[in-house]
């Protein structure tokens, strides 16, 4: 693992890649869900379809690479492990909660202005955080609470605006759903209105996959 790290750690210093999140108007989570909306929210799980399988490619993010160099632990999973998790009333109702919590828990911020430096990945400790600790809170959330790691992947967006943003991705029996920094609902991932570029691998965590895709019925939609 320590040689892959090292070969993507040079490959990704000379890379210039996508940075940065998309950001919201205001500071914090977008909404406040009532208790009662979340007990319903539970209930109702909107249609998904799979997202598409990807390409793999190279380099991977650099800040992904520093960060499994730092939580090693989170980059490494048995080849046995599920790739979906199984969604039902309870796991759609873990996945609500732990999407509003963290969005609660963490107040944006970029790396810049937090540590001095671009794209360090992280599992913020002092509440402060940028898309990408948003969503790699929540995986770590997810995974304390059971369910899979393999189902569990970042996922590289443009957003309509022309942002970057990084979001959770959930691969699940009923298709994908995205746990995002913006909003406190879990939605399916062809409803985002969002580019999506790339997103770690089902089979190897520590791949990402191309995927350089924008959902057909939103696209078609758009004219």
């Known amino acids: 693992m320590w040689a892959w790290l090292g070969r993507n750690l040079v490959i990704a210093a000379a890379t210039v890649l996508i940075s940065g999140c998309q950001t919201t108007g205001m500071i914090g989570p ?18 998904s ?34 790739e979906m998790v199984a969604l039902t009333a309870d796991s759609w ?3 609500g909660r732990v999407n509003r919590q963290v969005n609660s828990a963490i107040w944006p911020e970029d790396d810049e202005k937090h540590y001095g430096r671009g794209e360090f990945w992280t599992i913020p400790t002092d509440g402060y955080g940028d898309c ?6 929540k995986r770590k959330t997810l995974i304390d609470a059971g369910l899979p790691e393999r189902a569990l992947r970042i996922g590289i967006v443009v957003s309509p605006r022309d942002a970057s943003h990084a979001v959770l991705t959930v691969a699940t029996d009923r298709g994908d759903y995205v746990l995002d920094s913006l909003s406190d609902d879990v939605v399916p ?4 209105g969002y ?29």
Request: some cysteine; charged content about 10%; glycine content about 6%.
């Open 93 to 95: 109702g873990l996945l």
């Open 189 to 192: 991932w062809n409803q985002t």
């Open 49 to 82: 379809t799979p997202m598409p399988s990807g390409v793999e490619h190279g380099p991977i993010p650099p800040g992904f690479v520093s960060f499994c160099m730092r939580f090693s632990s989170q980059c490494e999973t048995p080849a046995s492990q599920l």
């Open 132 to 137: 990408e600790d948003y969503a790699l809170t």
């Open 30 to 47: 977008v909404s406040n869900v009532s208790d009662l909306k979340a007990q319903n929210a539970a209930q109702i799980i909107p249609a």
């Open 195 to 223: 580019r999506w570029l790339e997103r770690q691998a089902g089979n190897n965590v520590t791949q990402w996959v191309a995927l350089d895709v924008v959902p057909i019925q939103l696209a078609t939609a758009a004219h």
